[in-house]
C-alpha cells in the first residue's frame, strides 16, 4: 500500500512539473490568457525540468527506456490549445453557444484525464525500475514542489488555493 501511495503521488509531482506546460499550451485553461508566459519558453523550462530529475536520478542505461516512456508521457496531449472559431461561436445563439462551450470543455477534461492515466502508469512503472535510492530522490523532488506550490492549472498555484484564498506559508 505504501509503495502505491508512493508512486500516485510521484505521478503527482510529474503532472505538476507539466501542468503549467497544458496552461501555456491552452493560453491559460482558467482564463489567465497569456499571463504565464511564451508556450516554447514553458517547454524549454519542461524539458531542462525534466533533464535536471534525470541527472540527479543517474539513470542507468537499464533504465533507459522506462525513463523515455515517462519522458514523453509528460508531454501535454495535442490539441489542449485548441480554441473555438470565434466567427462560428457569433453565429450562435447564447444556449448554443454555452452548450459548445460545456460540450468542448467536456472532451478538453477527457484528454486531460487520459493523459493523466497514461502519465500515472508511465510513473508507476517508472518508480518500479527506481532503486531504493532513485526512489528517495525522486520522492525528494516531489516533496520540494509541493513546498514551492508547483501545481497545474486546477491546483494551488502561487496564486492561492482553488477558492482564490492565498496559499498557507511553506512549513
Not at 543517474?58 to 509528460?74: H, L
Not at 491546483?155 to 484564498?165: C, L
Amino acid at each position: 500500500m505504501k509503495k502505491l501511495i508512493q508512486a500516485l503521488a510521484l505521478a503527482g509531482v510529474m503532472v505538476a512539473a507539466s501542468g503549467t506546460a497544458f496552461a501555456q499550451m491552452d493560453g491559460g485553461m482558467m482564463g489567465h490568457g497569456g499571463k504565464h508566459g511564451d508556450p516554447a519558453k514553458m517547454e524549454q523550462m519542461h524539458a531542462k525540468h525534466l533533464a535536471d530529475i534525470k541527472a540527479k536520478l543517474k539513470i542507468t542505461t537499464s533504465q533507459e527506456a522506462a525513463w523515455n516512456t515517462f519522458a514523453a508521457s509528460m508531454k501535454p496531449p495535442a490539441g489542449m490549445g485548441k480554441r473555438p472559431d470565434r466567427a462560428e461561436m457569433e453565429k450562435l445563439t447564447t444556449p448554443e453557444r454555452l452548450d459548445k462551450m460545456r460540450a468542448m470543455h467536456k472532451e478538453r477534461m477527457a484528454t486531460m484525464d487520459a493523459a493523466m492515466d497514461k502519465r500515472t502508469e508511465a510513473t508507476k512503472a517508472f518508480y518500479a525500475v527506481l532503486t531504493p535510492e532513485q526512489q528517495k530522490v525522486f520522492d525528494a523532488e516531489h516533496r520540494k514542489m509541493d513546498r514551492r506550490g508547483d501545481h497545474g492549472p486546477r491546483g494551488k498555484g502561487p496564486q492561492g488555493n482553488m477558492d482564490g484564498k492565498p496559499a498557507a506559508p511553506a512549513k
